[in-house]
């Protein structure tokens, strides 16, 4: 079965980084992307990005551009999603899912960021 | 953007009851079309792709229609299982946008 297994939570302070790992299993992982997605606390889901395993091509949301930075590591299949310049409003659940023909299908458990000073 | 507009945003069944969520995309996005389940603490599970493909492992009672600019999710014969908030997702042009979701409860 695929899985997404993602790195712990992390509490941050304004201004700094996070850099969020997510590790693929049980699939070949260059034959798909990685899409990464929010949720403030009880608000609705936010599409952050994605990116092209296989290339490395990357489209990110305008309202993160500059901030934000998704790669992957093919060698131990596993993704990140970098942010940067921290605020109080990033914090959020941060997830990451498979992409199979623009069809987020499965998801990994989440990554609580925390942001506050 | 493509903006999407789902409705209602709550709403309040019977078991065995069909409800349907609607989802309205400010433009056409042919079928580029997602419905995602999520229950309190877990990650969205999709239920339907393409507008109306069946994700497998999906029970048979959750169906998906429509196809430009109106989409529809339907749940026939509502089970206890299903109270969650679903979601709609277009993945036909970046940025892929949600719908604010809709909460299911049932009684």
């Known amino acids: 079965q695929v899985q997404l297994v993602q790195s712990g939570a992390e509490v941050k302070k304004p201004g700094a980084s996070v850099k969020v790992s997510c590790k693929a299993s049980h699939y070949t992982f260059r034959n798909f992307g990685i899409t990464w997605v929010r949720q403030a606390p009880g608000q609705g889901l936010e599409w952050m990005g994605w990116i092209r395993v296989y290339n490395g091509n990357t489209d990110y949301a305008q309202n993160l551009q500059g901030r934000v930075t998704m790669t992957t590591d093919t060698s131990t299949t596993t993704a990140y999603m970098e942010l940067r310049s921290l605020r109080s409003d990033d914090t959020a659940i941060y997830y990451c899912?498979?992409?199979?023909?623009?069809?987020?299908?499965?998801w990994g458990q989440g990554t609580l960021v925390t942001v506050s000073s | 953007d493509i903006q999407m507009t789902q409705s209602p945003s709550s709403l309040s069944a019977s078991v065995g009851d069909r409800v349907t969520i609607t989802c309205r995309a400010s433009q056409s996005i042919s079928i580029s079309l997602n419905w995602y389940q999520q229950k309190p603490g877990k990650a969205p599970q999709l239920l339907i792709y393409g507008a109306s493909s069946l994700q497998s492992g999906v029970p048979s009672r959750f169906s998906g229609s429509g196809s430009g600019t109106d989409f529809t999710l339907a749940i026939s014969g509502l089970e206890p299982e299903d109270s969650a908030t679903y979601y709609c997702?277009?993945?036909?042009?970046?940025?892929?946008?949600f719908g604010q979701g809709t909460k299911a409860e049932i009684k």
């Open positions: 899912a498979r992409e199979s023909a623009g069809n987020p299908d499965f």
């Open positions: 997702l277009q993945s036909y042009s970046a940025p892929w946008t």
